[in-house]
Structure formats: structure tokens, C-alpha cells
């Protein structure tokens, strides 16, 4: 006979377990670990041909991509197809009558999900998040077969259509996370998103318009009465505001309900000066118990962009100072973690940009939450770029659904990007911009909706549909002189008056195992010789006239990062674009990035440029230093130089003229700013027998490689 006292303990236990259970309704957790993986090409499908999973396969930890390694060398023989991912999962019995859910973060590019060789769903693109309920293919308390089949094939149904301007890694690249429900529950599989939109209009420092929508569905056989409760809070856990709302719930179809705030002197969320976010968590309520609940991030603005003016954020005209990331990093692809998101996120910041375009793709999550905190203005868009194949109109209709749904709530987001140098067909492309302008409204009527043309002219048709014109484009890199750009925008400024434009990409490859001293103003685009000095000039000239013009209402380097491109060779490096202000590895700063920390940041710079042109042949030379806390002070060999011109910018210090002696020679730049001495040194090496022919290939060392 058992025990009294164990018996009530049991009781005890069971009340307060399943108490705790609906207390905390919704579990997320990771499902990273545990995953097998095998690549093909299979002769059989091993999800008809069983016998085919019996060869080895390797352990792996998402996130994780098979093109790590041979998308970024100089083999040009890297692989797309198919491979597959394995895990057993064994659910606890106490979750049967839940919902579960797989939800991926990303996986490059197109994925079939399997429970027990039971189809369970798929999706089309390698960058959006996707969520699949697998409630009904489970066996609970017992394990479960979980496969996932991916291909990073480029198909001309799923943007975008090739890997030339960039690679699509293959792989579950981005985290898995598994969400446990109650049968009542805010939706997971609206395309991925919190289920929860959250809009606000007639935002002042008095007061702001909140309006929250929840989508919620019901898979019992009955509708129940509940109360839906929201309760914006402060950062210090004050509640700010609050509201519930008694709701049926019916048990058919997905249903959506409103609630209206009137928030009374909101705390601004005003960009990298003071990025306040509240704190929005709408619950499920089932008498006094949480059945569900969802947290979401509120910061309460409003952009506006003035034509021929710039940004104004909260009525407060704002810099734009802007650069593009991608995303990949080298020996690692895609699969990154939120260290190295961190270390992007703190690079730009250091360099005082103010606005980010994530670039040409949905990128992770990570990214625009912590841009949200950070304060940074974010461009987001879709990969539809470079190639149009007239197959792609509904694949890049659903990943701009999924990229706003997914990122609707995020403050930091002011513009969803709608496409990217895209162009013949004309008239279908024209369509197709057209209606994803318009579905980009539908859902989102608050931003701005933004294309871009890599043309420099302004009237191109493709690019007449959305709010916002792009422009890329590379003055005396690709074509012309550096010093073009200045008839350019003053063309612009008189011939398309109270347009808005952005000159959403320019730039140069810099290697910076490729140098010279004398620079001039025409790169060498088709050739292997891409010193970094040329990008340096380049740079100089082209912020200098961007900062004169507020007619282009913002403007971002391409890029902040080299980046791997499978299909080039240009450079003297294969599969690899080197625009990026900062080498692959994230190790090296090129020279032109400290040039825009002089210019944009508010910390102190002083930085004497043409560090790695340390071999010099010519004995009278220009000395450049970026300087921001005043004029700088100049060393020659212990010498005191104190002739100089400003160049480009106020932090633009040129000091002409400085002859070199035979041997090393150390050049030093001093200034005391608040009390400390700024100093910075380089060493030059002159003899009139340096006469090396730099457009030569380099031998490759591992830095070189990973620059």
C-alpha cells in the first residue's frame, strides 16, 4: 500500500507541474545540436532508398554550411546540389496535445523537411526564416526520425538565380529552433513571423499611435473565450501601458485581433543618439493562466525623408552616413554565429557609419535586433539582383512577404529594398517591380519601398516604382574618372529636382598586397593589379563630393567587407571581391576605412595613410594624414614638416613635397587632444632601385589569401 504522505507529494507534484506547464506555455529552444550530415550528388534518393543512409556520415553543429572552403578558393570548382541533414528526436509524452514547430533561421537555398520519412513541408530561398508544424508526425516518448534535404542549385524559380555577384552558401547556415504550443496559440507559421505586427503613426515627443495586431489561432474542437493582454514596458520593468481585450476564438481558420494605444510622452527612439526600446509582451489569457505569450520590441519614431535634404528622424535632421555588409566571412561561409555578427556590428560602429544596408538579402535575425539596440538605421531587402529569368515573380513576391512579416516590428528598419540592378525583360521587370512596390505597401504602408538601378542616369524605368531610387555606381573604377561623380550629382541635382535619391553602392578593390605611390584617377578594373592607394584616392574624392551634395539623401560604401565571388578572378586573388574597407578575415582595416572614421566618428583619429607601400622608389613624396581633433603635427626623420594643404574634407591633411632619404625613413604624426598625446607611426624604406612592377601576382601567403 503506498505511502499517505508520498501519495499527497505525487498529487502535490502533478497539480503544480501541470500548473507550471500552462504557466510557461510557449518553449522555444535551440535544436542545434545533434545533427548528422551527408553531401551528395546520390545516385539514389536516400529518402526512397533507405539503404543509402547506411555510408558514414559526419557530426556536425548547426549552424553549418558545406561551401566554407571551396566557394572562397581559387579552384572555381565549388559544389551545389543536394545533401542531407539527419537528427533523432525523442519528445517527452507530456507533449502530446501540444503544437510543435521546427522553425529555421535560414538554410541556403531550398529545403524538404521530413519526420519519419513522412513529408512535413518546404520552402523556396536560402535567406528568410520558415517555420513547419510537425504535431501530427511525431510518436511521442519514442524517438523520431527529423530530415532535412537542402539544395543550393541555382534554379530560376528561387532568387537569386545564379552565384555571380555573390555566393549561396548550402546549408542549414543560420540556428534551428524548436516552439512548443498550446493548442490556442499567437500563429508560428505566418510566414515565420512573432505573429504579432506592431505600428505606430502620429508620432511626437507628446505623444504616439500604437497599434498592435495579433494573429492567433485555435486547434481544438471548440471556441473558447479568452482575454488577449498587452503590456508595453519601460526598460526598468515599469509598465508604460496596458490594455486587455475579452476575444472568441474560434476554432476555424486563423484569426486576428487589434488593439489601439495612445502612449502619453514616449521615450524617442532616436538612432544611435539614444535607441530606446520598450518592451511589448502580449499574452494569451485562459482565466488568470498564460496559455501564450510573445515578447517584441518597440521603439517609437518616424523617419522622414526630405528630398534634396536628407533624413529627418523624430523631426531631428540625422547624417546618413552609410556601408553595406554582407554577410559571409572567410573559412566560415554563412554559418555564423552571433560572435562574428557582433564583431561586424562593432566594426561599423567604430567607423561611425550611422545607416546599414543589408545587402542583397534577408539577413539573420541577429542583425536587425541588435541593430535596433544599437541604433542603427537599416536598409533590408531581398535578393532579387543581377539576373532576371522571368520564373522568379512569386518566389520574390513571397521572401518580401517574409522579410517584412518577419522584421515588421524591428524600429531600426526605415526602407524594405525591392530589387538590384535588374533589368531585360524590361516590361516584365517593370511589372514585377510595380507589384512588389504595391504588396510591399499592402503590408508595411509605414516605410519607405526603395530599387535600385546600376545605371547613373535617374530616368530608368525599372526604377521609377518605388518611393526611393538607388543608384550603384563606380566613377573610375568601371568606367571614367573618380572626379566624374561631381558632374554627376550636380546633373542630377538640376535636371531631376525633388527626386529622392540614394547612391545606394560605390567603391574600388583594394588588395592590399598590391600598392603604388603615384595615383591616378582611372582604375584597372580588367586587369590583376588593384592597389589599395588607387581605393584610397578613390574614397578621398568621392566623400568629398557626397558630403557637399545633400541631394543624395544617403550613400553607402560597397562594402565594409571583401567577400567571396565564386565566379571572378580579378585582383590578383580568385572568388573574391575586394572593395571591402576591411579584409575577409575581419584582421586588417584598409586605409580608405579610417579615412571615413575621420570623417563620421566622434572619436579621435589620427592616421597616417600608405602604411603598406613601405618599399618607395620616388624621393620627394606627399605625406597624408586623417586627422579629426585638429592639424596634425608631422615627423620626417625627426624633422618637424609644417607645410601642408587641406585636401577633401576638414580631416584631410596633405603635406607635399617631403623628400626621403636612402634607407628607412620614419614618418610620425603627433597631436594633443584633451590632455593626451595622439601619435602614430610608419616606416618607409626609399632607394631609387625600387622599382617593383606591383601589377605582377604576389607570391600567396596565408594573410594573403585571407586578406
Known amino acids: 500500500m503506498i505511502n499517505r504522505h508520498l501519495l499527497f507529494l505525487i498529487l502535490f507534484l502533478c497539480f503544480f507541474l501541470g500548473k507550471s506547464n500552462e504557466l510557461y506555455a510557449r518553449e522555444v529552444a535551440s535544436f542545434n545540436d545533434g545533427w548528422t550530415f551527408k553531401k551528395g550528388p546520390f545516385q539514389k534518393d536516400p529518402i526512397l532508398f533507405s539503404t543509402s543512409f547506411d ?20 579552384k572555381n570548382n565549388y559544389y551545389t546540389g543536394e545533401a542531407y541533414y539527419r537528427k533523432e528526436y525523442t519528445p517527452d509524452i507530456s507533449l502530446n496535445g501540444k503544437r510543435i514547430f521546427l522553425r529555421f533561421q ?19 530561398g536560402g535567406y528568410s526564416a520558415f517555420a513547419i508544424e510537425i504535431t501530427k508526425l511525431l510518436k511521442y516518448g519514442q524517438s523520431n526520425q527529423i530530415l532535412v534535404k537542402v539544395n543550393n542549385t541555382p534554379r530560376p524559380d528561387v532568387v537569386p538565380v545564379n552565384n555571380t555577384l555573390f555566393p549561396v552558401y548550402g546549408g542549414i547556415y543560420r540556428p534551428i529552433e524548436i516552439i512548443v504550443t498550446n493548442p490556442i496559440n499567437i500563429t508560428v507559421t505566418d510566414y515565420a513571423s512573432p505573429g504579432i505586427y506592431i505600428s505606430q503613426k502620429n508620432v511626437t515627443a507628446k505623444s504616439a499611435d500604437v497599434n498592435v495586431k495579433i494573429k492567433v489561432e485555435n486547434k481544438q474542437k471548440q471556441s473558447e473565450n479568452l482575454r488577449i493582454s498587452t503590456t508595453i514596458y519601460e526598460t526598468n520593468g515599469k509598465i508604460k501601458a496596458q490594455q486587455q481585450t475579452p476575444v472568441e476564438v474560434l476554432p476555424q481558420g486563423r484569426q486576428t485581433f487589434e488593439q489601439n494605444f495612445v502612449v502619453k510622452k514616449p521615450h524617442l527612439w ?58 559571409d566571412w572567410w573559412r566560415m561561409g554563412s554559418a555564423l554565429t552571433d560572435r562574428e555578427h557582433e564583431t561586424d556590428l562593432s566594426i561599423i560602429k567604430e567607423i561611425g557609419a550611422t545607416t546599414i544596408r543589408l545587402a542583397h538579402y534577408q539577413q539573420a535575425e541577429y542583425m536587425y535586433a541588435k541593430s535596433d539596440s544599437l541604433g542603427f538605421m537599416v536598409w533590408a531587402e531581398i535578393p532579387f539582383v543581377n539576373r532576371v529569368s522571368t ?27 525591392l530589387h538590384n540592378e535588374v533589368y531585360t525583360p524590361y516590361d516584365y521587370t517593370l511589372a514585377l517591380t510595380a507589384e512588389l512596390n504595391d504588396l ?32 550603384n555606381h563606380y566613377f573610375g573604377w568601371y568606367g571614367g574618372k573618380i572626379s566624374d561623380i561631381e558632374k554627376w550629382v550636380t546633373g542630377m541635382e538640376k535636371d531631376f529636382p525633388g527626386y529622392k535619391i540614394m547612391f545606394s553602392e560605390y567603391g574600388a578593390e583594394a588588395n ?36 557637399r551634395h545633400p541631394y543624395l539623401l544617403s550613400s553607402y560604401i560597397w562594402n565594409t567587407f571583401d567577400f567571396a565571388t565564386p565566379a571572378t578572378a580579378q585582383g590578383g ?8 574597407l576591411v579584409t575577409f578575415d575581419r584582421k586588417i582595416k584598409k586605409d580608405p576605412f579610417y579615412w571615413y572614421k575621420a570623417n563620421w566618428s566622434k572619436e579621435p583619429v589620427l592616421y597616417l595613410t600608405q602604411r603598406r ?29 609644417k607645410n601642408y594643404k587641406i585636401g577633401e574634407t576638414p580631416v584631410h591633411y596633405i603635406f607635399e613635397d617631403v623628400q626621403l632619404i636612402n634607407g628607412e625613413n620614419i614618418v610620425e604624426a603627433k597631436i594633443e587632444h584633451k590632455g593626451e598625446i595622439l601619435e602614430d607611426r610608419i616606416t618607409w624604406n626609399y632607394s631609387p632601385d625600387n622599382k617593383r612592377d606591383w601589377s605582377k601576382p604576389v607570391e600567396k601567403t596565408k594573410e594573403h589569401i585571407g586578406l
Not at 555510408?55 to 549552424?63: N, Q, S
Not at 520564373?391 to 529594398?417: C, D, F, V
Request: glycine share 8%.
Open 573 to 580: 586573388v580568385r572568388a573574391r571581391n575586394m572593395k571591402g
Open 391 to 417: 520564373e522568379e515573380a512569386n518566389n520574390a513576391k513571397q521572401q518580401l512577404t517574409e522579410l517584412i512579416r518577419q522584421n515588421y516590428n524591428h524600429p531600426s528598419i526605415y526602407i524594405w529594398g
Open 55 to 74: 555510408a558514414r556520415w559526419t557530426e556536425v553543429k548547426i549552424p553549418h554550411t558545406w561551401n566554407a572552403i571551396d566557394m572562397q578558393d581559387d
Open 106 to 124: 535560414g538554410v541556403g537555398s531550398v529545403a524538404e523537411v521530413y519526420v519519419n520519412n513522412a513529408y512535413a513541408g518546404n520552402h523556396r
Open 613 to 641: 607601400a613601405t618599399e618607395r622608389e620616388n624621393q620627394m613624396t606627399p605625406v597624408t594624414i586623417y586627422c579629426n581633433v585638429g592639424v596634425p603635427r608631422l615627423y620626417v626623420n625627426g624633422t618637424e614638416l
Open 512 to 547: 592590399i598586397h598590391q600598392q603604388e605611390e603615384v595615383v591616378g584617377e582611372v582604375g584597372r578594373y580588367f586587369s590583376q593589379f588593384y592597389p589599395e592607394t588607387f581605393a584610397t584616392k578613390f574614397h578621398e574624392i568621392q566623400w568629398g563630393v557626397i558630403s
Open 270 to 327: 532616436q538612432g544611435l543618439e539614444d535607441p530606446y526600446l520598450y518592451k511589448v509582451v502580449v499574452q494569451i489569457l485562459s482565466d488568470e493562466q498564460v496559455i501564450d505569450e510573445v515578447v517584441q520590441p518597440l521603439g517609437v519614431r518616424h523617419f522622414e525623408l526630405k528630398a534634396e535634404d536628407g533624413m529627418y528622424l523624430n523631426g531631428k535632421k540625422v547624417p546618413m552616413y552609410g556601408v553595406c555588409r554582407h554577410q
Open 440 to 471: 510591399a505597401k499592402s503590408e508595411d504602408p509605414y516605410r519607405y519601398t526603395v530599387s535600385v538601378s546600376g545605371y547613373s542616369k535617374v530616368d530608368q524605368a525599372s526604377n521609377l516604382n518605388a518611393d526611393v531610387q538607388g543608384i
